[in-house]
């Protein structure tokens, strides 16, 4: 079985794809099955969270491009740049994963969360996209204590 040791982001005509939601994408060594069908291992140094494009380097030179999987998330929008840097604040402050971009930022759907930014004045609505997290302060897009990570799109 070909082994993905390496990840790189410099890459031309990748042999296939593999399509991971945000969870399935934060990975060190599992059994993995691209798009099309080629069983390979992950075989990283450490855990790490794959980006969409990122592409893994097989041992026989192939590359399987990586594809974020849409997700349903919610779409955070708040009055002005000054409450929508309050509104981060806030989803900082409960360590959860967010996608932030120059007028809004993506988080998972979560009714709880919803009515806390909904109550601080921000708009949301549900949205499907891919989901990109930041990386955390210690290089990771998670809390130390998130959610059991070992499920999703393993073959």
Request: hydrophobic fraction near 35%.
């Amino acid at each position: 079985m070909p082994t993905a040791s390496s990840v790189t982001r410099h890459f031309d005509h990748p042999a296939d794809t593999i399509t991971l939601d945000e969870t399935a994408r934060h990975r060190r060594r599992v059994r993995m099955t691209s798009d099309s069908g080629i069983d390979f291992l992950l075989d990283l140094a450490e855990a790490r969270l794959l980006r969409h494009g990122d592409g893994l380097v097989l041992d026989d030179g192939r590359v399987i491009e990586v594809r974020a999987e849409p997700e349903d998330l919610m779409e955070v929008r708040g009055r002005d740049a000054r409450h929508l840097l309050a509104l981060a604040w806030q989803i900082g402050n409960r360590h959860l994963a967010a996608q932030i971009l120059p007028d809004r930022i993506l988080v998972r759907r979560d009714h709880v969360i919803r009515d806390m930014l909904e109550g601080l004045g921000a708009t949301v609505t549900d949205t499907r996209a891919p989901f990109d997290p930041e990386g955390g302060a210690y290089g990771d897009a998670r809390a130390p204590h998130g959610h059991d990570r070992h499920h999703g799109h393993e073959h």
